[in-house]
């Protein structure tokens, strides 16, 4: 099978295949693998759908030392974590997309009003102090979050003074981005890395947002095709059955 991209897609299709295969070993391993069991009992566990040879050395790396320390850490982190997001199910570019059809303009929000539209909670007790704090300065100076100018996203704004630095490869309010330099419309030619472009046409990476949109629509149609599938097939075994069972009630009256 071979897919039609644009070039500068690629290192990111190639980043979320990663994540995606990296989520799904990590739910193998939660619905598998007894860390309260030895290796052979692991072994023997093989899921559906997954070849055992594979499996075997699945499970050989999370029983080595390296792999428990690793996973240690990771869990760790994560309960260090600052904020979880509330949107669910919903990808941050999707709810990006509805605040701009909400928009008079039409335009794009500023990433500091996604986060916090992806960070709410019903009750504001439980609001996280992330939000507060946006929420305190965007009301003292609403033009932190002004995007009149065709930028939603730059370095040093209000959302990098609440959160910290961005990762590599990612941009805070977007999650995991093609080209994170591309976002932001900064040259990476260190003469101008503190100089901030802006425009007032969309910038390349509202392109590349969209492309993402699209994607993940195609990958949401398809899970919901395979679910389909699945239901079909279900009602086709139980009709199976059923006929099945009757044939064989007709079979013992006659004998």
Not at 128 to 144: S, T
């Amino acid at each position: 099978m071979r897919f039609l991209y644009p070039s500068r897609l690629e290192k990111y299709i190639l980043k979320k295949i990663g994540d995606r295969w990296r989520e799904h070993k990590s739910d193998l391993k939660a619905l598998y693998f007894d860390a309260n069991k030895n290796m052979e009992a692991n072994n023997t566990n093989v899921p559906k759908g997954v070849i055992k040879d594979q499996w075997i050395t699945l499970v050989s790396n999370w029983m080595t030392p390296k792999a428990q320390g690793i996973s240690e850490t990771n869990r760790n982190n994560c309960a260090m974590r600052k904020s979880k997001h509330t949107a669910g199910t919903k990808s941050f570019p999707r709810v990006r997309e509805e605040l701009r059809l909400k928009d008079p303009e039409k335009k794009y929000p500023h990433r500091a009003v996604l986060y916090m539209h992806t960070h709410k909670h019903k009750s504001d007790k439980k609001m996280n102090e992330q939000v507060v704090d946006l929420k305190k300065r965007i009301a003292a100076n609403p033009n932190l979050v002004d995007t009149s100018r065709g930028k939603t996203t730059w370095k040093g704004d209000v959302l990098n003074a609440v959160l910290g630095p961005d990762k590599p490869g990612h941009v805070h309010g977007l999650g995991l981005v093609p080209n994170p330099n591309q976002v932001f419309d900064v040259s990476t030619s260190r003469h101008f890395q503190n100089i901030h472009l802006s425009s007032l046409e969309d910038t390349p990476n509202e392109d590349l947002l969209a492309v993402r949109l699209k994607m993940e629509k195609l990958e949401k149609r398809v899970e919901n095709q395979d679910a389909e599938i699945l239901e079909l097939k279900g009602k086709t075994k139980n009709s199976e059955g059923q006929v099945n069972s009757k044939n064989f009630s007709i079979i013992q009256y006659m004998y």
